[in-house]
């Protein structure tokens, strides 16, 4: 037989789990607007003098408040120059592997591969500079608070070049 002293602890601990479970449902929104983008259903749009590079915005709009989603394909053998941001950016790499390096030097053969799966942080007005500099190309996902801008890092110097052919 129990004890009249557990029997009460498990009432209260009982008692305390429906209060919690009532509470959290009550804090869950009831009309939450979903969205799913299936790949093959993103538009891809060129980037002005990207050397092929694309990108598509999966969601928000980086030049507005909010957050927003978007991709950057890179095709191999290109890479963007020293460039900052205005706003922190998470960037992970969906496909083939993408080469980022950090400063405001230019040396594609410094740049460190990161693979499909990895991920890297963009402080807001770090200069950094990325690409495909492989022979394969690299699609990336961009997750960040706009509206954000980007500036070179060393003015006159063309966005884009390709570091081989």
């Known amino acids: 037989m129990e004890s009249p002293m557990k029997a009460i602890s498990v009432a209260k601990i009982l008692g305390f789990l429906l209060c919690m479970t009532a509470v959290l449902t009550q804090a869950q929104p009831q009309n939450v607007d979903f969205q799913v983008v299936q790949e093959d259903k993103l538009t891809w749009m060129p980037v002005p003098d990207g050397l092929g590079t694309e990108f598509a915005v999966v969601r928000g709009n980086p030049g507005k408040n909010g957050t927003y989603v978007i991709r950057v394909r890179f095709p191999a053998g290109v890479m963007d120059t020293p460039h900052f941001h205005s706003q922190d950016r998470h960037v992970t790499v969906i496909e083939g592997s993408w080469f980022a390096g950090i400063g405001t ?61």
């Open 105 to 165: 030097g230019f040396d594609p053969d410094a740049a460190q591969e990161i693979k499909a799966g990895g991920y890297m942080f963009h402080p807001a007005g770090a200069a950094h500079w990325d690409g495909a500099r492989g022979t394969e190309d690299a699609v990336v996902q961009i997750i960040g608070e706009g509206p954000v801008s980007t500036e070179q890092s060393n003015p006159g110097e063309n966005m884009w070049v390709r570091v081989h052919d």
